[in-house]
């Protein structure tokens, strides 16, 4: 062993002192009897890092439906350590059919890729397993701090290798020089911008929900918005710049990568070279219903979808906070609700509503707070619940329209995903001034509205 390390030593040297190196990694696997060790070893200027990255355990058999992504017929080469967590920890032993589609490209680092799925098909996860199946150091970038911290956790039952979520600025940094960077990173723009001048090489670069990370204009949105947004690019755009002229593989996922998009990240912009476009959107299998609930100076009653009464408006109603937040309040004493995202406009306060609305009966939480295994309603922003996952979640409630027909895809396809509930519901709670706003979103979705039995 020790001569081993000598002899590290003196190739990192060699290549230590090429002018384009300033730190060395070397991987290496010492195996004795039984076992088998995959170390590190990291030298800079005066430090010496030696680090055991992973111990597998070995094994001459294994149970059928432990091999199922390393030998089935789907063929995807995840490591029998992936497979036997999964199997422990998620409860998972079959692929989805999305994921046997974009795993093998994705893992293979060959080619960017555009991937398209419908929401609950396992794209974010299948992600992860590809990435970690390739062993090639990744970037993940996501567009806000709750879906960064459910990736973290799920690296936590998953991942072989050390990784580092990087979700806000006050995050631990990841580039001192007591710490080597880690093979897989996940961040969020905001926080890896402040800590740019550290991000280490990376072979593959994941843009997960990438339509909300980049948040391009709407197609016919007005020309000054255009060029505020030209002015004024988000972080994602910005890092995507700095980013321009590393080589490495870039992958952008999301349920709703439509047309202009992918203009812009192909044509307008050259951050996808290339690109493979696996489209994996189907029929959806996921039982969700529709109610919409309207809300009046004098009552409540279901939405009217019909040509007729559409042309029936009453933009100049408005209605109260009070009277929502009764309205939500009705709701969760009728509803057998297991889990619940309670989705806000940009106008309320989360803290303020969860303050409002917190009863013995029903806890009602930060959707910050949640953990695997906490039940209740989950408060959140359409930007802030986007991307994640809750177990067992029966009812989405919107309080008011949501921002456009995407995000309505993205918050009704939290429920009726696979594995959870066998029927879900989404709960709109609007004002008459939105209603032909709503009627209008769930016609260009072509979504069937259920008149709502507890009232008129």
Same mark, same amino acid.
């Given at each position: 062993?020790?001569?081993?390390?000598?002899?590290?030593?003196?190739?990192?040297?060699?290549?230590?002192? &090429?002018?384009?190196?300033?730190?060395?990694?070397?991987?290496?696997?010492?195996?004795?009897?039984?076992?088998?060790?995959?170390?590190?070893?990291?030298?800079?200027?005066?430090?010496?890092?030696?680090?055991? +990255?992973?111990?597998?355990?070995?094994?001459?058999?294994?149970?059928?439906?432990?091999?199922?992504? &390393?030998?089935?017929?789907?063929?995807?080469?995840?490591?029998?350590?992936?497979?036997?967590?999964?199997?422990?920890?998620?409860?998972?032993?079959? /692929?989805?059919?999305?994921?046997?589609?974009?795993?093998?490209?994705?893992?293979?680092?060959?080619?960017?890729?555009?991937?398209?799925?419908?929401?609950?098909?396992?794209?974010?996860?299948?992600?992860?397993?590809?990435?970690? #199946?390739?062993?090639?150091?990744?970037?993940?970038?996501?567009?806000?701090?709750?879906?960064?911290?459910?990736?973290?956790?799920?690296?936590?039952?998953?991942?072989?290798?050390?990784?580092?979520?990087?979700?806000?600025?006050?995050?631990?940094?990841?580039?001192?020089?007591?710490?080597?960077?880690?093979?897989?990173?996940?961040?969020?723009?905001?926080?890896?911008?402040?800590?740019?001048?550290?991000?280490?090489?990376?072979?593959?670069?994941?843009?997960?929900?990438?339509?909300?990370?980049?948040?391009?204009?709407?197609?016919? =949105?007005?020309?000054?918005?255009?060029?505020?947004?030209?002015?004024?690019?988000? /972080?994602?755009?910005?890092?995507?710049?700095?980013?321009?002229?590393?080589?490495?593989?870039?992958?952008?996922? #999301?349920?709703?990568?439509?047309?202009?998009?992918?203009?812009?990240?192909?044509?307008?912009?050259?951050?996808?070279?290339?690109?493979?476009?696996?489209?994996?959107?189907?029929?959806?299998?996921?039982?969700?219903?529709?109610?919409?609930? @309207?809300?009046?100076?004098?009552?409540?009653?279901?939405?009217?979808?019909?040509?007729?009464?559409?042309?029936?408006?009453?933009?100049? +109603?408005?209605?109260?906070? +009070?009277?929502?937040? +009764?309205?939500?309040?009705?709701?969760? *004493?009728?509803?057998?609700?297991?889990?619940?995202?309670?989705?806000?406009?940009?106008?309320?306060? @989360?803290?303020?509503?969860?303050?409002?609305? =917190?009863?013995?009966?029903?806890?009602?939480?930060?959707?910050?707070?949640?953990?695997?295994?906490?039940?209740?309603?989950?408060?959140?922003?359409?930007?802030?619940?986007?991307?994640?996952?809750?177990?067992?979640?029966?009812?989405?409630?919107?309080?008011?329209?949501?921002? *456009?027909?995407? &995000?309505? @895809?993205?918050?009704?396809?939290?429920?009726?995903?696979?594995?959870?509930?066998?029927?879900?519901?989404?709960? #709109?709670?609007?004002?008459?001034? &939105?209603?032909?706003?709503?009627?209008?979103?769930?016609?260009?979705?072509?979504?069937?509205?259920?008149?709502?039995?507890? @009232?008129?």
């Amino acid at each position: 062993m020790f001569g081993l390390l000598s002899m590290l030593k003196s190739l990192a040297g060699e290549f230590r002192y &090429a002018s384009v190196f300033e730190k060395v990694k070397i991987y290496f696997i010492h195996a004795a009897k039984d076992e088998i060790k995959l170390w590190s070893i990291s030298f800079g200027e005066n430090t010496r890092h030696l680090w055991k +990255e992973y111990e597998p355990k070995i094994r001459h058999e294994f149970d059928n439906n432990e091999e199922f992504f &390393a030998a089935s017929n789907h063929d995807l080469s995840i490591s029998p350590v992936l497979c036997e967590r999964l199997k422990s920890n998620f409860n998972i032993t079959t /692929p989805t059919p999305a994921q046997s589609q974009f795993i093998p490209l994705v893992r293979d680092g060959h080619q960017d890729v555009l991937l398209r799925d419908s929401p609950g098909t396992g794209k974010t996860l299948g992600l992860l397993l590809a990435s970690l #199946s390739s062993h090639q150091r990744t970037l993940m970038l996501v567009p806000n701090q709750e879906l960064a911290h459910q990736i973290g956790r799920w690296l936590q039952l998953l991942s072989p290798y050390p990784f580092h979520v990087l979700a806000d600025q006050n995050t631990t940094p990841f580039g001192n020089d007591t710490m080597s960077p880690p093979p897989f990173l996940v961040a969020t723009p905001a926080a890896l911008l402040d800590q740019f001048s550290q991000l280490p090489r990376f072979d593959r670069l994941v843009v997960d929900e990438a339509d909300q990370a980049l948040g391009i204009p709407k197609r016919y =949105a007005p020309q000054h918005r255009h060029a505020m947004r030209a002015k004024h690019p988000k /972080p994602t755009q910005q890092l995507l710049d700095l980013l321009d002229g590393r080589h490495h593989q870039t992958i952008m996922a #999301s349920a709703t990568l439509n047309r202009p998009f992918r203009h812009f990240v192909t044509r307008q912009h050259s951050y996808v070279k290339n690109p493979a476009f696996i489209d994996c959107r189907t029929e959806s299998t996921a039982q969700v219903e529709h109610h919409c609930l @309207v809300l009046t100076n004098d009552r409540i009653r279901n939405i009217t979808t019909t040509e007729d009464d559409k042309q029936v408006k009453t933009a100049r +109603e408005v209605v109260e906070d +009070e009277a929502v937040l +009764e309205t939500l309040e009705m709701l969760w *004493s009728i509803e057998p609700i297991q889990n619940a995202i309670l989705c806000l406009p940009t106008t309320q306060s @989360v803290r303020q509503v969860v303050s409002r609305l =917190a009863t013995d009966a029903m806890p009602v939480r930060d959707l910050r707070e949640y953990r695997v295994g906490l039940k209740g309603v989950w408060v959140a922003t359409e930007f802030s619940a986007r991307g994640v996952d809750v177990a067992d979640l029966s009812h989405v409630l919107l309080w008011g329209p949501p921002s *456009s027909s995407s &995000a309505l @895809v993205h918050m009704a396809g939290r429920t009726g995903r696979r594995g959870g509930v066998k029927l879900g519901k989404v709960i #709109s709670v609007v004002s008459g001034a &939105a209603e032909a706003k709503m009627a209008s979103l769930y016609d260009l979705l072509n979504i069937n509205v259920k008149p709502y039995q507890h @009232v008129e």
